[in-house]
């Protein structure tokens, strides 16, 4: 089961025994945002900067995607031309055009 359900059944269960709907969701909302600040808290997020800390994060990630796929890049680009001037130098030697190169 979700924890949405469980906290459903949960809360219509309260509600049967008493307690007001309106009641128990402000108390839902407040243990998840003291939840929330305390999972922060333990990351280390919980200071004004961590925003910022965060964004840069992300741009730095980002950038070292790109600079991975543009290595990558590069590596088959060398790749295929080393490949395409080894076969027109095994055509030349084939058809003897580079009498010179041959001993």
């Known amino acids: 089961m979700g924890d949405g359900v469980i906290l459903a059944r949960l809360m219509a269960q309260a509600e049967a025994r008493g307690g007001e709907l309106i009641t128990l969701r402000a108390m839902v909302e407040e243990a998840s945002e003291a939840g929330a600040a305390r999972a922060l808290g333990a990351l280390g997020l919980d200071d004004p900067r961590a925003r ?39 055509l030349a030697v084939r058809f003897r055009l580079a009498a010179g190169l041959v001993a």
């Open 52 to 90: 910022r800390d965060m964004d840069e994060l992300r741009e730095l990630l980002s950038a070292w995607r790109d600079a991975k796929r543009s290595a990558w890049r590069a590596v088959v680009t060398w790749a295929v031309r080393v490949c395409c001037a080894a076969l027109l130098i095994g």
